[in-house]
């Protein structure tokens, strides 16, 4: 089992930036691939962006490539995402996930609220 705990989520003007962490215990050795997901109220759920474990490799979703960056901290056993030049379309709560194949997301945190004021 893995358990993840997001924090960093609040209020911001349009343009500015959070930074989201995803702190993870538990059988983390597992966690090969890392995302942040979000979710805007009425929409689904929707991939942001990911990082591999070993080697770092990234991958974002178009809407945010650009302006936000994933990156990990493996001996603290924590992924971060810096949003930056945010926008009201960001607003959503925003969930980190981790699993052992890349789109295969096993464990989930319980979600942190962005909300972006325009």
């Known amino acids: 089992q893995v358990q993840l705990v997001e924090s960093g989520g609040g209020l911001v003007q349009a343009g500015g930036s959070l930074r989201l962490s995803c702190a993870a215990s538990g059988r983390t050795f597992n966690s090969y691939i890392w995302g942040w997901f979000r979710q805007a109220p009425g929409k689904e759920r929707e991939f942001v962006a990911r990082i591999v474990r070993t080697d770092g490799s990234t991958y974002y979703a178009d809407s945010v490539k650009g302006r936000f960056t994933i990156s990990r901290d493996n001996a603290k056993n924590t992924v971060y995402l810096q949003m930056n030049s945010m926008k009201p379309e960001d607003t959503a709560v925003y969930y980190c996930?981790?699993?052992?194949?890349?789109?295969?997301?096993?464990?989930w945190g319980q979600g942190t609220q962005v909300t972006v004021s325009a």
């Open positions: 996930a981790t699993g052992g194949l890349v789109g295969a997301y096993t464990y």
